[in-house]
């Protein structure tokens, strides 16, 4: 017999079958073949805790065992495959040699199927080859990881909002930081809006994409054109946009709860149909000289959104940040809501 062509770092192997003896064979002829790297399991109810605990390249394993049959146990695997985002290649190996067992077999996981009757000459290449598609798989998902790290790094860089034309939440936090900044060293206070569309995942069931993109372009330019020139709006997520306002010192915050009468239930006109926008809005003084060094902005907008979601009211919440925690359930309506303009 040719011997195997083994890879330069060992392959963990796992031998699963209640079987010793057969076991025992297939443990003697992988070790003939340069394979050294090899653990045995009797029990099929063991796989799982070891799977977790340990790094497994191929496992071969028998169909008919007691308790968890060769089926049940690979559907277990492939399980643990999606959690630790692993590939594990499964080799079957059974008296069983039909077609339609060789199916039930693949659609319960298993990479390739041997009948015992030709493990001596046909294991073997095959547990190479499962071994190549498994390191061509797991090459391939780490190749699809970086990309998608990539695609999140490109992200980032953007700095337009292409539905609503608005700044993203990079640019939001951006602005954070030097609004901090230029708020202590100017001695001028600063402010937050926070809007989120509560019915955007209704929305999303009942209108098409290009339409809804409308209606969350038509939203934005409603929300800017209530703001003032000079303050900043971003759109930091599908559902969510914040604003930051600059003011004077001695200068009271007046009628943001305007933003909530105005925003709240507006309508927009699609081919569709009306579309009503069902919005919740908070406001918060950002008190500079305390405020986080570190993500600001992701530490702001979690503060705000815990705020909204605490209470039923569409009113907007007046809060502070970050010198008083969020808690609106003892807050009194007066202290809650601004007066109207």
């Given at each position: 017999m040719t011997a195997a062509r083994i890879p330069q770092e060992q392959p963990c192997i796992l031998l699963v079958d209640d079987a010793k003896l057969s076991q025992h064979v297939i443990a003697q002829m992988l070790a003939k073949s340069g394979y050294s790297n090899i653990a045995q399991l009797n029990q099929a109810q063991d796989v799982r805790a070891y799977l977790i605990k340990n790094h497994i390249d191929l496992i071969?394993?028998?169909?008919?065992?007691?308790?968890?049959?060769?089926?049940?146990?690979?559907?277990?695997?492939?399980?643990?495959?999606?959690?630790?985002?692993?590939?594990?290649?499964?080799?079957?190996?059974?008296?069983?040699?039909?077609?339609?067992?060789?199916?039930?077999?693949?659609?319960?996981?298993?990479?390739?199927?041997?009948?015992?009757?030709?493990?001596?000459?046909?294991?073997?290449?095959?547990?190479?080859?499962?071994?190549?598609?498994?390191?061509?798989?797991?090459?391939?998902?780490?190749?699809?990881?970086?990309?998608?790290?990539?695609?999140?790094?490109?992200?980032?860089?953007?700095?337009?909002?292409?539905?609503?034309?608005?700044?993203?939440?990079?640019?939001?936090?951006?602005?954070?930081?030097?609004?901090?900044?230029?708020?202590?060293?100017?001695?001028?206070?600063?402010?937050?809006?926070?809007?989120?569309?509560?019915?955007?995942?209704?929305?999303q069931k009942q209108t098409k994409t290009y339409y809804l993109d409308h209606v969350i372009e038509a939203l934005a330019a409603k929300i800017r054109k209530a703001l003032r020139p000079q303050d900043f709006l971003a759109r930091i997520d599908r559902n969510r946009f914040i604003a930051f306002i600059e003011h004077q010192q001695l200068e009271p915050i007046r009628s943001f709860d305007r933003f909530a009468k105005l925003i709240d239930g507006s309508s927009f006109y699609t081919p569709e149909g009306f579309k009503t926008i069902a919005?919740?809005?908070?406001?918060?003084?950002?008190?500079?000289?305390?405020?986080?060094?570190?993500?600001?902005?992701?530490?702001?907008?979690?503060?705000?959104?815990?705020?909204?979601?605490?209470?039923?009211?569409?009113?907007?919440?007046?809060?502070?940040?970050?010198?008083?925690?969020?808690?609106?359930?003892?807050?009194?309506?007066?202290?809650?809501i601004f007066d109207c303009v």
């Open positions: 071969i394993l028998d169909w008919m065992m007691p308790g968890i049959d060769g089926l049940a146990l690979s559907r277990i695997i492939r399980e643990i495959d999606k959690q630790k985002q692993s590939n594990t290649a499964i080799i079957m190996v059974t008296g069983k040699d039909s077609t339609a067992a060789m199916q039930e077999a693949f659609q319960s996981g298993v990479d390739d199927f041997v009948a015992k009757a030709d493990v001596a000459t046909q294991l073997l290449p095959r547990l190479q080859l499962a071994l190549a598609r498994s390191h061509a798989m797991s090459q391939l998902k780490t190749q699809q990881k970086h990309l998608r790290q990539v695609i999140t790094q490109q992200k980032s860089l953007i700095t337009q909002d292409p539905v609503s034309k608005l700044p993203t939440q990079q640019a939001a936090r951006d602005y954070l930081n030097t609004l901090i900044k230029h708020s202590i060293t100017r001695d001028v206070k600063c402010s937050a809006l926070y809007f989120t569309i509560e019915n955007l995942h209704d929305l919005v919740k809005v908070a406001a918060s003084e950002i008190h500079a000289d305390i405020c986080p060094h570190q993500n600001p902005l992701s530490q702001l907008t979690e503060y705000l959104h815990e705020a909204i979601q605490q209470t039923s009211q569409h009113d907007c919440l007046q809060l502070d940040w970050p010198s008083f925690q969020a808690n609106t359930d003892q807050l009194t309506e007066e202290e809650m």
